[in-house]
């Protein structure tokens, strides 16, 4: 399917029918998959992994045409997604993570047995900053499927034959483990009518998006208003704020400006974990520090962007900082030639500028920075009590430093899903105990992460079995324990 935004009826109507038959199509694999056993599904996994290796001589040349990203940063994209799925498909076949509960007592008679079960069908929105990683068979796609759940797949525009490849790794992967080709389905379509028309399906049970705050949002919006609303999982954007301690600025002033600058112009930017606020202590020598970064900026080359929307975007946000009056620009990187290229910028502000203006709480996405000075310790934690919620926060302290602003951690605890001390947000984990997710606008639920094995409780719901035979229940709650899972027992992991 490739149908543009502006449509008629008819279109319309084709559009809606392509959804139709892939959701139903899904919907009928959700009734095989979610019966299908651990074994069989983390086989699964472990065999897109396996063609997405295969496909990788052909794949990353592809991909870097279509994005401009260098060719090893793709290498290590497409490692970590091998890692990502192989990650999901030990977590199956070790089985704990159903998180089985027992309560079985004789007086009084009591028999209460709960495991988590499959959603239904998940809506998958890719993201275009991440080809690999948070596309095709990325963690929401991933995660979904170690759930027991079929995904339809909406591509981002931004790499459609990457994305063309990818599927076709993971539909090998299903006819080679026997599993109903419906199991993934892709759709394709430049305009936003697809996305809508495919949150708003019946047999849709849940969504999972990484983009900007506009398309979580709407989509948001929308599963709210269906008759039978639906959870959506969105990833929408985060400034990652960054925070720098008085001693630790003063000892290692060079080195932090170097690690932040270097971390805000990673990948031209677009990451969403960038750090895009640094709020700076009130000392002396914080001219010394702006200075040093001013130079590494100044000193930055331009890169090619993702998308020409996103050009545009960041060069909007760039003018709009850049006509306030209360906002510097410290300092610009060289700017380039070519097209959809993005100069770094560096602004800074005080903090009474900073609180009373919301729109430099917004994300800036691409290499750009806003540095905010404070001129005294009370303004330090007002910013952090101010903020949105973000995907990350940092702290950049010495011990003492972090003894003197402790309260600083209490407060980001509640701003951020991540916290940080003496490091930079970029460069994100996957690993059981990673958390990528944070209060609104980070996020639509501040329960969730999208990175991480945890990304499964997205897609799946508690049941509670009471006084069931044995041959009934499933076999995460049978007495002999059949899968070998670690399960709670009246209170007591066994």
Same mark, same amino acid.
């Given at each position: 399917m490739n149908n543009t935004a502006s449509i008629g009826q008819d279109v319309e109507?084709?559009?809606?029918?392509?959804?139709?038959?892939?959701?139903?199509?899904?919907?009928?694999?959700? =009734?095989?998959?979610?019966?299908?056993? $651990?074994?069989?599904?983390?086989?699964?996994?472990?065999?897109?992994?396996?063609?997405?290796?295969?496909?990788?001589?052909?794949?990353?040349?592809?991909?870097q045409q279509e994005t401009a990203l260098p060719v090893a940063r793709l290498e290590g994209e497409l490692q970590?997604?091998?890692?990502?799925?192989n990650l999901f498909a030990d977590l199956l076949l070790e089985g704990s993570w159903v998180r089985a509960v027992i309560d079985v007592k004789e007086n009084p008679s009591v028999d209460i047995r709960q495991v988590q079960v499959s959603l239904g069908v998940v809506a998958v929105f890719g993201a275009s900053n991440f080809p690999f990683a948070f596309s095709v068979a990325g963690g929401d796609t991933v995660s979904a499927l170690a759930a027991g759940c079929p995904v339809v797949y909406k591509?981002?525009?931004?790499?459609?034959?990457?994305?063309?490849?990818?599927?076709?790794?993971?539909?090998?992967?299903?006819a080679?483990?026997?599993?109903?080709?419906? /199991?993934?389905?892709?759709?394709?379509?430049?305009?936003? =009518?697809?996305?809508?028309?495919?949150v708003k399906h019946p047999l849709i049970s849940a969504v999972a998006f990484t983009g900007s705050f506009r398309g979580g949002k709407a989509l948001f919006d929308a599963a709210a208003k269906r008759p039978q609303p639906i959870p959506v999982y969105a990833e929408m954007g985060s400034v990652n704020p960054v925070f720098i301690l008085p001693?630790?600025?003063?000892?290692?002033?060079?080195?932090?400006?170097?690690?932040?600058v270097g971390s805000n112009h990673q990948g031209v930017g677009q990451f969403c974990t960038n750090p895009g606020?640094? /709020?700076? $202590?009130?000392?002396?020598? /914080?001219?010394?520090?702006?200075?040093?970064?001013?130079?590494?900026?100044?000193?930055?080359?331009s890169g090619i962007m993702l998308t020409a929307g996103m050009q545009v975007a960041y060069q909007y946000g760039v003018q709009k900082f850049a006509q306030?009056?209360? /906002?510097?620009?410290?300092?610009?990187?060289?700017?380039?030639?070519?097209?959809?290229?993005?100069?770094?910028?560096l602004f800074v502000t005080d903090a009474d500028n900073f609180l009373n203006d919301q729109e430099l709480h917004e994300e800036l996405f691409g290499p750009s920075a806003l540095f905010v000075e404070t001129s005294q310790?009370?303004?330090?934690?007002?910013?952090?009590?101010?903020?949105?919620?973000?995907?990350?926060?940092?702290?950049?302290?010495?011990?003492?430093?972090?003894?003197?602003?402790?309260?600083?951690?209490?407060?980001?605890?509640?701003?951020?899903?991540?916290?940080l001390i003496n490091g930079v947000p970029t460069g994100v984990e996957v690993t059981a105990a990673m958390i990528h997710g944070g209060p609104y606008p980070a996020t639509t639920d501040a329960r969730t992460t999208s990175v991480g094995t945890d990304a499964i409780y997205r897609f799946t719901r508690p049941v509670c079995y009471q006084n069931f035979p044995q041959f009934l229940l499933p076999d995460a709650l049978k007495d002999e324990n059949p899968l070998n899972i670690t399960r709670m027992r009246n209170g007591k992991l066994v």
């Open positions: 109507e084709a559009i809606w029918a392509n959804i139709h038959i892939s959701v139903t199509n899904a919907y009928t694999a959700f =009734e095989e998959y979610k019966k299908t056993s $651990p074994a069989i599904k983390a086989l699964f996994l472990q065999t897109i992994a396996a063609e997405i290796v295969l496909a990788a001589p052909s794949l990353i040349p592809v991909t970590r997604t091998v890692k990502q799925l591509a981002h525009p931004g790499h459609p034959e990457t994305s063309t490849l990818v599927a076709g790794c993971i539909a090998r992967a299903a080679k483990t026997g599993l109903n080709p419906a /199991v993934f389905t892709m759709l394709s379509s430049n305009g936003i =009518e697809a996305g809508q028309a495919l001693r630790m600025l003063h000892d290692n002033g060079d080195d932090i400006a170097a690690k932040i606020i640094v /709020v700076m $202590p009130p000392l002396h020598g /914080v001219q010394s520090f702006m200075a040093k970064s001013a130079e590494l900026v100044g000193a930055s080359k306030k009056t209360q /906002v510097r620009l410290l300092a610009a990187g060289q700017p380039g030639s070519e097209a959809k290229t993005a100069t770094p910028h310790k009370a303004e330090v934690f007002t910013i952090a009590r101010q903020l949105q919620g973000q995907l990350t926060a940092t702290i950049w302290g010495t011990d003492e430093d972090l003894a003197e602003f402790a309260d600083l951690i209490h407060i980001l605890e509640g701003k951020a899903g991540r916290l």
